[in-house]
T-cell receptor, first 111, second 113 residues
């Protein structure tokens, strides 16, 4: 089983919708998780990171970790066309704090 | 602002050629990484380096080697390029040890014919 599983989508929503992006992980020893956003023809950029369980909010974005179910989620409120991108979840672990990425979910927000 | 630059945005090479992909970062970061990104497979770590002249294999090192002679520069080498190495290659860097953000370059789209 891959360490981080992510539904690749694609996901298409109307502007203003609430978006839910999800990943599952297999190793309960993981403590840190990150969400990266990648626009077309660009490198990924860090959006948010979370530690252990609970929620972290940053503007329209909320990252959530549920350790009991090994589930990590990213919620986008009031989605905008500029949110159209690929979203990658990642777990932090292993030697030298390597990142292991999910496959990424392609999101399109339609005006 | 952290800047990670990659030598080429697009590269076309022939099977069997030796290929060098260069990456430079300007923020004095200790750690540097090479990934490849393929549809349906996501980002996969090829090699990383946590110090000058130090390197460690990632998840898919076969067919690749790396070189880090200076702190700011990390090179990925395809000794004999093959068609299955056609991919998007992304370089990243991060500071020191501990949990930290990786900063990515814009990527190099390599096509091996």
């Amino acid at each position: 089983q891959k360490e981080v599983e992510q539904d690749p989508g694609p996901l298409s929503v109307p502007e203003g919708a609430i978006v839910s992006l999800n990943c599952t992980y297999s190793n309960s020893a993981f403590q840190y998780f990150m969400w990266y956003r990648q626009y077309s023809r660009k490198g990924p950029e860090l959006l948010m990171y979370t530690y252990s369980s609970g929620n972290k909010e940053d503007g329209r974005f909320t990252a959530q970790v549920d350790k009991s179910s090994k589930y990590i989620s990213l919620f986008i409120r009031d989605s905008q066309p500029s949110d159209s991108a690929t979203y990658l979840c990642a777990k932090v672990g292993g030697s030298n704090y390597k990142l292991t990425f999910g496959k990424g979910t392609l999101l399109t927000v339609n005006p | 602002d952290v800047k990670v630059t990659q030598s080429s945005r697009y590269l076309v090479k022939r099977t069997g050629e030796k290929v060098f992909l260069e990456c430079v970062q300007d923020m004095d970061h200790e750690n540097m990484f090479w990934y490849r990104q393929d549809p349906g497979l996501g980002l996969r770590l090829i090699y990383f380096s946590y110090d000058v002249k130090m390197k460690e294999k990632g998840d898919i090192p076969e067919g690749y080697s790396v070189s880090r002679e200076k702190k700011e520069r990390f090179s990925l080498i395809l000794e004999s390029a093959s068609t299955n190495q056609t991919s998007m290659y992304l370089c990243a860097s991060s500071p020191g040890t501990g949990v930290s953000e990786q900063f990515f370059g814009p990527g190099t789209r390599l096509t091996v014919l």
